[in-house]
């Protein structure tokens, strides 16, 4: 199955999960909570106020070398809206990707999706916890604060 298969088909539609594919193109399927979406809205919304010189949005599909992930947040400049729009998937990532983390997500899962975003030009990839605490990482690692956003808030209210 391809991407453009799953979001042409109305079974999917109303699904409340998110939905990926893997690398062999099976459907994946993460349930989120009310809680889940309040933190990608807030840093979005938090997104947009620090770096006025892009955009952010939710629910952004990325093509990566293990098909497509979708990224709960994304932050890229204007000159990268300028040059790919709103293309699904995205054939290379935004600057900043972001992944909310659900309890049924591992570390070394979040670790994979890290380096795949990073692979497809991600700048940094920044992971939240339930509890809202942000983590920022670029190709070098863990961040103290990210390089891009300095005054991002290191824990997001939702």
Excluded at 34 to 52: C, D, E, F, K, T
Excluded at 61 to 83: C, H, L, M, P, Q
């Amino acid at each position: 199955m391809d991407w453009q298969q799953v979001i042409s088909d109305p079974t999917l539609a109303d699904l409340p999960y998110k939905i990926e594919l893997n690398e062999w193109g099976n459907i994946e399927m993460s349930p989120a909570s009310n809680r889940h979406s309040g933190l990608q809205m807030a840093i979005a919304l938090l997104l947009r106020v620090h770096l006025p010189n892009g955009k952010s949005y939710t629910e952004m599909s990325i093509n990566t070398s293990k098909n497509v992930k979708v990224a709960d947040v994304v932050w890229g400049s204007t000159r990268f809206f300028e040059k790919h729009g709103l293309e699904t998937p995205y054939t290379r990532a935004p600057e900043i990707c972001v992944e909310v983390i659900s309890p049924s997500n591992s570390n070394a899962e979040m670790m994979i999706k890290k380096d795949l975003y990073l692979a497809k030009g991600a700048q940094e990839v920044w992971f939240c916890s339930e509890a809202g605490e942000m983590s920022f990482y670029d190709h070098g690692g863990q961040l103290e604060t990210s390089a891009l956003c300095s005054d991002f808030p290191k824990v997001v209210e939702p």
